[in-house]
């Protein structure tokens, strides 16, 4: 199996950025799609953002596409997302997920491997 953990959060003013890092051991990461995912108090887990084992499709969910981008550095066993124009609607734990497979995935449920996720709060 795969551990995740995830670093790069913390406090940011609307319109700030901030790039969160997620760093895998365990297994060989470019078999691992990877994906980013949030939850807000109070609600469910939500997808951001997915990308590919060769980092070569990328996916986001409307909310933040034209704001943040998914990629990764395979040598260095590492997802990053990139987070512009932030708003405080962004504010949330952030996690990083990885299953093995070929193509992107955006449900919470097709993810085996998690991590223990980063607090990003947006100011107004």
């Known amino acids: 199996q795969v551990q995740l953990v995830e670093s790069g959060g913390g406090l940011v003013q609307a319109g700030g950025s901030l790039r969160l890092s997620c760093a895998a051991s365990g297994r060989t990461f470019s078999n691992y799609a990877m994906g980013w995912f949030r939850q807000a108090p109070g609600k469910e887990r939500e997808f951001v953002a997915a990308?590919?084992?060769?980092?070569?499709?990328?996916y986001y969910a409307d909310s933040v596409k034209g704001r943040f981008t998914i990629s990764r550095d395979n040598a260095k066993n590492t997802v990053y997302l990139q987070m512009n124009s932030l708003k405080p609607e962004d504010t949330a734990v952030y996690y990083c997920?990885?299953?093995?497979?070929?193509?992107?995935?955006?449900?919470?449920?097709?993810?085996?491997?998690w991590g223990q996720g980063t607090q990003v709060t947006v100011s107004s």
């Open positions: 997920a990885a299953r093995l497979g070929s193509t992107y995935y955006t449900r919470v449920n097709e993810y085996p491997y």
């Open positions: 990308i590919t084992r060769s980092g070569i499709t990328t």
